[in-house]
């Protein structure tokens, strides 16, 4: 049974030209819009649908607000969708439409779906890289781009009530695997189908700066390399779009780089690039909290000093506890 990656993003918003203007700056391609509805396709095939919140098509949920109100899970085949179906029906109510798709929701209450997926491989051809001794461009100089436009989505992300609980049930229900575990933060999680260092991130939704009650948190969208992620995010900043307080940088968990942007359709749109992929070799590892987030950044906030703990292991559900340590720096 696989799950292959995102299909479709369903938002809630509150001001459907506005959140259009500002996907349209952030490079998505509109594959039909109207005065209810905007739709953009990425190459992959996948969708980002925006509509008014209060959209009798928009599910209603205990996450509160607007952002990301229903994530359609892409399947592989039709067998292996009505496979995972008769497992969620096991516990879930479930709710077909004409479409194809199966809706259902979370442990948590989370509007969620199921839907035959033809996810196209997209090809980056990011520029070779140069240094010292390693020139694998020589005579060539970079490509010239004015405008960042994402072809994937990568991940999704929500702060829950119980990142566990949550994380299990989409481990035992729909076979996600974990990819890491940031201690009193959450867990990342990829479809067994998918080779994404994560789809999904689970946040504590009492973590602070968080609100405290189940929410939508943000989205990271695929670009090439960190000339694409930045000229993107120059180009949202001249169009009139606040990159937020993190801005950009490089986490540590995932090795990603990453450009934050402040989105009125909720929460953060990110641009991601040169992220860590992954298949079922992967063993899965633990992480202090500070240490995993990030390598480096921008815009250097203050709890990212020098002094931070080097702790991180592969993760004790996945070795035996004696081997926990063998490359680790943990105390
Ligand atoms: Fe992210």
Redesign the pocket.
């Known amino acids: 049974m696989a799950i292959i990656g995102i299909e479709t993003l369903l938002f809630g918003v509150e001001d459907l030209s506005l959140c259009t203007r500002f996907f349209d700056d952030f490079g998505l391609v509109q594959k039909s819009a109207g005065n209810d509805h905007t739709h953009y396709r990425l190459d992959e095939g996948s969708n980002v649908i925006l509509r008014y919140l209060d959209d009798p098509l928009v599910p209603k949920s205990p996450y509160i607000g607007k952002g990301v109100k229903e994530v359609i899970w892409g399947v592989d085949t039709a067998e292996n969708l009505e496979a995972l179906v008769a497992r969620v029906s096991q516990t879930q109510e479930v709710r077909r439409t004409e479409d194809g798709t199966v809706h259902f929701a979370t442990c948590s209450g989370l509007p969620i779906g199921l839907k035959v997926f033809n996810r196209k491989k997209v090809t980056y051809a990011p520029d070779p890289l140069n240094a010292p001794g390693h020139v694998n461009r020589l005579n060539t100089p970079r490509k010239w781009k004015t405008r960042a436009k994402p072809k994937t989505i990568t ?1 999704t ?1 929500f702060a829950v009530p119980d990142p566990r609980a949550e994380y299990e049930w989409y481990r035992d229900v729909l076979d996600f695997r974990m990819s890491e575990e940031q201690l009193g933060m959450g867990f990342y999680l990829r479809a067994d189908g998918a080779n994404e260092h994560h789809n999904l ?1 689970l946040i504590n939704m009492k973590f602070p700066a968080l609100p405290g009650y189940p929410v939508y948190h ?1 989205t ?1 969208f695929g670009v090439e390399d960190i000339d694409e992620l930045m000229i993107g995010t120059n180009y949202m900043t001249r169009r009139g779009w606040n990159t937020g307080p993190l801005g950009s940088g490089r986490h540590r968990i995932a090795s990603a780089l ?1 450009s934050y942007l402040e989105c009125p359709a909720g929460g953060e749109a ?1 641009y ?1 690039a040169d992220s860590d992929y992954i298949d079922d070799n992967w063993i899965p590892r633990e992480w202090n909290q500070v240490f995993g987030t990030y390598s480096w950044m921008h815009k250097i906030p203050a709890f990212l000093g020098t002094s931070q703990k080097w702790e991180f292991r592969l993760h004790p559900e996945f070795v035996p506890k004696d081997d926990t340590k063998a490359d680790a720096g943990w105390d």
Do not use: L, R
């Open positions: 991940h992300v991130f943000h990271n990453f990110e991601g």
